[in-house]
Protein backbone atom coordinates (compact mmCIF):
# COMPACT_ATOMS: atom_id res chain seq x y z
CA UNK A 1 0.00 0.00 0.00
CA UNK A 2 1.26 3.59 -1.05
CA UNK A 3 1.75 6.09 1.94
CA UNK A 4 -0.13 8.28 0.32
CA UNK A 5 -3.10 6.07 0.61
CA UNK A 6 -3.06 5.94 4.41
CA UNK A 7 -4.05 10.13 3.96
CA UNK A 8 -6.81 9.33 1.33
CA UNK A 9 -8.59 6.20 3.92
CA UNK A 10 -8.46 8.96 6.39
CA UNK A 11 -10.58 11.25 4.91
CA UNK A 12 -12.85 8.37 4.07
CA UNK A 13 -13.09 7.76 7.56
CA UNK A 14 -13.47 11.52 8.59
CA UNK A 15 -15.98 12.16 6.13
CA UNK A 16 -18.09 9.01 6.28
CA UNK A 17 -18.02 9.51 2.31
CA UNK A 18 -15.99 7.92 -0.42
CA UNK A 19 -17.91 11.33 -2.76
CA UNK A 20 -17.34 13.71 -0.84
CA UNK A 21 -13.63 12.28 -0.15
CA UNK A 22 -12.52 12.53 -3.49
CA UNK A 23 -14.06 15.96 -3.58
CA UNK A 24 -11.65 16.99 -1.39
CA UNK A 25 -8.34 15.09 -2.16
CA UNK A 26 -9.23 16.44 -6.23
CA UNK A 27 -9.44 12.41 -7.46
CA UNK A 28 -12.09 10.95 -9.52
CA UNK A 29 -14.48 8.94 -7.04
CA UNK A 30 -14.06 5.66 -9.19
CA UNK A 31 -10.25 6.48 -8.53
CA UNK A 32 -10.63 6.62 -4.80
CA UNK A 33 -13.05 3.75 -4.98
CA UNK A 34 -10.58 1.29 -6.54
CA UNK A 35 -8.00 2.21 -3.94
CA UNK A 36 -10.25 1.10 -0.97
CA UNK A 37 -10.92 -2.21 -3.14
CA UNK A 38 -6.74 -2.42 -3.29
CA UNK A 39 -6.87 -1.92 0.02
CA UNK A 40 -8.73 -3.99 1.18
CA UNK A 41 -8.54 -6.73 -1.31
CA UNK A 42 -4.57 -6.35 0.18
CA UNK A 43 -5.51 -6.58 3.96
CA UNK A 44 -7.64 -8.83 3.60
CA UNK A 45 -10.88 -7.65 5.15
CA UNK A 46 -13.12 -4.68 5.06
CA UNK A 47 -12.46 -1.32 5.93
CA UNK A 48 -15.97 0.56 5.72
CA UNK A 49 -19.35 -0.62 4.90
CA UNK A 50 -22.49 1.11 3.64
CA UNK A 51 -24.56 3.65 5.80
CA UNK A 52 -27.01 6.16 5.60
CA UNK A 53 -25.78 8.98 3.57
CA UNK A 54 -22.14 7.53 3.16
CA UNK A 55 -19.87 5.03 4.53
CA UNK A 56 -19.04 3.52 8.03
CA UNK A 57 -15.87 1.93 9.49
CA UNK A 58 -16.30 -1.75 10.06
CA UNK A 59 -14.77 -2.59 13.58
CA UNK A 60 -11.43 -4.00 12.44
CA UNK A 61 -11.07 -0.92 10.57
CA UNK A 62 -11.68 1.52 13.23
CA UNK A 63 -8.44 -0.35 14.72
CA UNK A 64 -6.87 0.17 11.09
CA UNK A 65 -7.78 3.61 11.26
CA UNK A 66 -5.89 4.23 14.70
CA UNK A 67 -2.81 3.11 12.94
CA UNK A 68 -3.04 4.56 9.72
CA UNK A 69 -3.34 8.02 11.78
CA UNK A 70 -0.12 7.55 13.44
CA UNK A 71 1.73 6.59 10.35
CA UNK A 72 0.30 9.05 8.21
CA UNK A 73 1.07 11.84 11.07
CA UNK A 74 5.11 10.38 10.99
CA UNK A 75 5.06 10.37 7.25
CA UNK A 76 4.27 13.84 7.09
CA UNK A 77 7.26 14.59 9.64
CA UNK A 78 9.58 13.02 7.97
CA UNK A 79 8.94 15.34 5.08
CA UNK A 80 9.28 18.20 6.58
CA UNK A 81 12.54 17.30 8.56
CA UNK A 82 15.44 19.61 7.86
CA UNK A 83 19.09 18.39 9.08
CA UNK A 84 19.53 21.38 11.62
CA UNK A 85 22.62 19.46 13.60
CA UNK A 86 25.39 21.96 14.07
CA UNK A 87 29.25 19.74 13.61
CA UNK A 88 31.19 19.84 16.77
CA UNK A 89 29.29 21.88 18.73
CA UNK A 90 27.87 20.89 22.28
CA UNK A 91 25.24 18.40 22.48
CA UNK A 92 22.53 19.00 25.16
CA UNK A 93 19.45 16.55 25.41
CA UNK A 94 16.23 17.83 27.42
CA UNK A 95 13.91 14.67 28.01
CA UNK A 96 10.13 16.10 28.42
CA UNK A 97 6.91 14.36 29.01
CA UNK A 98 4.27 13.84 25.62
CA UNK A 99 2.22 16.36 27.71
CA UNK A 100 4.48 18.56 28.36
CA UNK A 101 6.20 18.71 24.51
CA UNK A 102 3.39 19.81 22.88
CA UNK A 103 2.78 23.26 25.55
CA UNK A 104 5.95 25.03 25.05
CA UNK A 105 8.90 23.35 23.91
CA UNK A 106 8.68 25.60 20.52
CA UNK A 107 8.91 28.62 22.92
CA UNK A 108 11.71 27.39 24.87
CA UNK A 109 13.76 26.80 21.79
CA UNK A 110 12.74 30.41 20.37
CA UNK A 111 14.17 31.56 24.23
CA UNK A 112 17.30 29.79 23.47
CA UNK A 113 17.86 31.04 20.01
CA UNK A 114 17.54 34.30 21.53
CA UNK A 115 20.12 34.16 24.04
CA UNK A 116 22.43 32.67 21.58
CA UNK A 117 23.23 29.18 22.40
CA UNK A 118 25.30 28.17 19.80
CA UNK A 119 24.88 24.07 20.43
CA UNK A 120 22.73 20.89 19.61
CA UNK A 121 19.83 21.05 21.73
CA UNK A 122 17.08 18.50 21.10
CA UNK A 123 13.93 17.97 23.16
CA UNK A 124 13.02 14.28 22.74
CA UNK A 125 9.42 12.50 24.36
CA UNK A 126 9.79 10.22 27.73
CA UNK A 127 7.07 8.99 30.04
CA UNK A 128 7.21 10.89 33.60
CA UNK A 129 8.00 7.60 35.03
CA UNK A 130 10.88 7.04 33.12
CA UNK A 131 12.41 10.56 32.86
CA UNK A 132 14.31 10.39 36.29
CA UNK A 133 15.28 7.11 35.34
CA UNK A 134 17.09 8.35 32.29
CA UNK A 135 18.96 11.04 34.51
CA UNK A 136 20.71 8.76 37.18
CA UNK A 137 22.16 6.81 33.99
CA UNK A 138 23.16 10.15 32.05
CA UNK A 139 21.63 9.36 29.03
CA UNK A 140 20.16 13.16 29.41
CA UNK A 141 21.13 16.13 30.91
CA UNK A 142 18.18 18.05 31.81
CA UNK A 143 14.40 16.90 32.22
CA UNK A 144 10.58 17.81 32.31
CA UNK A 145 8.47 15.98 34.03
CA UNK A 146 4.67 15.37 35.69
CA UNK A 147 5.39 13.62 39.11
CA UNK A 148 2.48 13.10 41.40
CA UNK A 149 3.24 13.38 45.29
CA UNK A 150 4.16 9.38 45.23
CA UNK A 151 6.17 9.84 42.75
CA UNK A 152 8.08 12.41 44.40
CA UNK A 153 8.84 10.09 47.66
CA UNK A 154 9.46 7.33 45.15
CA UNK A 155 12.30 9.11 43.55
CA UNK A 156 13.90 10.83 46.29
CA UNK A 157 16.57 7.72 47.03
CA UNK A 158 17.51 8.59 43.51
CA UNK A 159 18.02 12.27 44.00
CA UNK A 160 20.29 11.84 47.19
CA UNK A 161 22.13 9.08 45.66
CA UNK A 162 22.78 10.92 42.33
CA UNK A 163 22.70 14.29 43.57
CA UNK A 164 19.72 15.24 41.60
CA UNK A 165 17.86 18.40 42.30
CA UNK A 166 14.06 17.74 41.13
CA UNK A 167 12.40 21.35 40.89
CA UNK A 168 8.53 22.06 41.36
CA UNK A 169 7.62 24.37 38.54
CA UNK A 170 3.85 24.54 39.02
CA UNK A 171 1.24 22.48 40.09
CA UNK A 172 -1.85 21.31 37.48
CA UNK A 173 -4.47 18.24 37.53
CA UNK A 174 -5.61 15.89 34.68
CA UNK A 175 -8.86 16.75 32.99
CA UNK A 176 -11.04 15.19 29.93
CA UNK A 177 -10.55 16.92 26.52
CA UNK A 178 -13.13 16.11 24.34
CA UNK A 179 -14.81 18.10 21.33
CA UNK A 180 -17.33 20.74 21.74
CA UNK A 181 -20.12 18.85 20.40
CA UNK A 182 -19.15 15.73 22.24
CA UNK A 183 -22.17 15.39 25.78
CA UNK A 184 -19.03 15.59 27.74
CA UNK A 185 -18.35 19.32 27.03
CA UNK A 186 -21.66 20.34 28.60
CA UNK A 187 -21.04 19.05 31.81
CA UNK A 188 -19.64 20.38 34.98
CA UNK A 189 -17.36 17.40 35.57
CA UNK A 190 -17.22 14.22 33.96
CA UNK A 191 -17.18 10.82 36.49
CA UNK A 192 -14.13 8.66 35.53
CA UNK A 193 -16.89 5.79 35.25
CA UNK A 194 -18.94 7.64 32.87
CA UNK A 195 -15.75 7.08 29.96
CA UNK A 196 -15.39 3.41 30.01
CA UNK A 197 -17.83 3.12 26.49
CA UNK A 198 -16.16 5.94 24.94
CA UNK A 199 -13.24 5.98 22.38
CA UNK A 200 -10.14 7.07 24.71
CA UNK A 201 -7.21 8.66 22.87
CA UNK A 202 -3.59 8.39 24.79
CA UNK A 203 -0.28 9.00 23.77
CA UNK A 204 1.23 6.43 26.83
CA UNK A 205 0.19 3.12 28.48
CA UNK A 206 -2.21 3.24 30.29
CA UNK A 207 -2.31 0.11 32.47
CA UNK A 208 -1.70 1.96 35.77
CA UNK A 209 -1.74 5.68 35.46
CA UNK A 210 -0.25 7.95 38.24
CA UNK A 211 -3.84 9.13 39.09
CA UNK A 212 -6.25 6.87 36.95
CA UNK A 213 -4.46 3.98 38.42
CA UNK A 214 -5.60 0.75 36.66
CA UNK A 215 -9.09 2.11 35.90
CA UNK A 216 -9.13 2.59 32.56
CA UNK A 217 -8.53 -0.70 31.74
CA UNK A 218 -12.22 -1.06 32.27
CA UNK A 219 -12.11 1.01 28.75
CA UNK A 220 -12.90 -1.45 25.53
CA UNK A 221 -11.80 1.43 22.70
CA UNK A 222 -8.51 2.65 22.99
CA UNK A 223 -6.28 3.76 20.40
CA UNK A 224 -2.03 4.41 20.95
CA UNK A 225 -0.71 7.45 19.11
CA UNK A 226 2.84 8.62 19.21
CA UNK A 227 2.71 12.28 20.72
CA UNK A 228 0.04 14.57 22.20
CA UNK A 229 -0.71 16.68 18.96
CA UNK A 230 -1.91 13.56 17.20
CA UNK A 231 -4.37 12.76 20.61
CA UNK A 232 -5.44 15.82 19.77
CA UNK A 233 -6.36 15.48 16.25
CA UNK A 234 -8.39 12.35 17.52
CA UNK A 235 -10.19 13.88 19.50
CA UNK A 236 -10.58 16.80 17.28
CA UNK A 237 -11.39 14.71 14.41
CA UNK A 238 -12.82 11.37 15.38
CA UNK A 239 -14.89 12.03 18.19
CA UNK A 240 -12.45 10.75 20.77
CA UNK A 241 -11.96 11.51 24.67
CA UNK A 242 -8.45 12.19 25.76
CA UNK A 243 -6.63 12.63 29.12
CA UNK A 244 -4.73 15.81 29.45
CA UNK A 245 -2.86 17.91 32.20
CA UNK A 246 -5.34 21.27 32.63
CA UNK A 247 -1.99 23.15 32.43
CA UNK A 248 -1.37 21.06 28.94
CA UNK A 249 -4.91 22.71 27.40
CA UNK A 250 -4.56 26.04 28.95
CA UNK A 251 -4.06 28.59 26.01
CA UNK A 252 -4.17 25.74 23.53
CA UNK A 253 -5.81 27.91 20.53
CA UNK A 254 -3.51 30.71 21.93
CA UNK A 255 -1.12 29.01 20.13
CA UNK A 256 -2.65 26.05 17.77
CA UNK A 257 -6.01 27.85 16.48
CA UNK A 258 -6.76 24.70 14.74
CA UNK A 259 -8.12 22.86 18.83
CA UNK A 260 -10.68 25.68 18.81
CA UNK A 261 -13.34 23.10 19.23
CA UNK A 262 -11.80 21.31 22.23
CA UNK A 263 -12.80 21.26 25.97
CA UNK A 264 -11.25 20.87 28.53
CA UNK A 265 -14.16 19.13 31.80
CA UNK A 266 -12.88 18.14 35.33
CA UNK A 267 -13.01 14.50 36.18
CA UNK A 268 -14.48 13.37 39.05
CA UNK A 269 -13.66 9.93 41.24
CA UNK A 270 -9.97 9.28 40.46
CA UNK A 271 -8.71 6.43 41.78
CA UNK A 272 -5.47 8.63 42.97
CA UNK A 273 -5.01 12.05 44.19
CA UNK A 274 -5.65 14.35 40.95
CA UNK A 275 -3.01 16.58 41.66
CA UNK A 276 0.91 16.86 39.42
CA UNK A 277 3.61 18.99 39.55
CA UNK A 278 5.67 19.83 36.78
CA UNK A 279 8.95 19.45 37.38
CA UNK A 280 12.41 20.59 35.88
CA UNK A 281 14.61 17.97 37.19
CA UNK A 282 18.90 17.85 36.62
CA UNK A 283 22.25 17.22 38.41
CA UNK A 284 23.72 19.65 41.29
CA UNK A 285 25.73 22.04 40.11
CA UNK A 286 28.96 20.31 40.47
CA UNK A 287 28.13 18.32 37.36
CA UNK A 288 26.37 20.16 34.56
CA UNK A 289 28.26 22.58 32.15
CA UNK A 290 27.97 26.82 31.94
CA UNK A 291 25.40 26.14 29.15
CA UNK A 292 23.46 23.48 30.74
CA UNK A 293 23.27 25.99 33.25
CA UNK A 294 22.04 28.70 31.30
CA UNK A 295 19.27 26.54 29.83
CA UNK A 296 17.97 25.92 33.57
CA UNK A 297 17.86 29.74 33.71
CA UNK A 298 15.90 30.00 30.66
CA UNK A 299 13.55 27.48 31.26
CA UNK A 300 12.68 29.01 35.16
CA UNK A 301 12.25 32.66 33.68
CA UNK A 302 9.82 31.08 31.47
CA UNK A 303 7.86 29.70 33.62
CA UNK A 304 7.51 32.31 36.12
CA UNK A 305 6.62 34.55 33.62
CA UNK A 306 3.88 32.53 32.32
CA UNK A 307 2.72 32.12 36.13
CA UNK A 308 1.92 35.71 36.15
CA UNK A 309 -0.27 35.42 33.69
CA UNK A 310 -1.64 31.72 35.20
CA UNK A 311 -1.62 32.22 38.88
CA UNK A 312 -3.77 29.35 39.13
CA UNK A 313 -1.30 26.88 38.77
CA UNK A 314 1.28 28.70 41.49
CA UNK A 315 2.61 26.27 44.17
CA UNK A 316 1.46 27.46 47.40
CA UNK A 317 4.15 27.31 50.17
CA UNK A 318 4.68 23.86 51.85
CA UNK A 319 3.56 22.04 48.05
CA UNK A 320 5.74 19.26 47.16
CA UNK A 321 8.25 19.59 49.72
CA UNK A 322 11.32 21.64 49.67
CA UNK A 323 12.36 21.84 46.00
Known amino acids: MKLEHFRYLLTIDRLRSISSAARELHIRQTTLSAIVKSAEEELGYALFERA ?16 AWEINTQYEELLSIQNTALTGAQSIKILVAPPTAFRF ?26 IVASLVDHSASIGIAYLTERNLVKAEPDRQKHDLVIEPLLTTN ?3 VCHKDHPFAALPYVPLSSVYDERLATAKTIRNDAILGKSMMNCTRISSFTDTETV ?4 RDRNMIAFLPAFT ?15 AVPIKDTPLENKLYLCLIY ?15 EIRHYF ?14 GEAGNP
Open 304 to 317: WTLLAYHPEFTITE
Open 52 to 67: PGGVSTTPVGEQFMSL
Open 105 to 130: TLALTERFKSIGFKGNLTFEEENSSH
Open 174 to 176: LQL
Open 249 to 263: LTGLTEFRPEFADLR
Open 232 to 235: LLAV
Open 283 to 297: HGDHSIHYQEKRILK
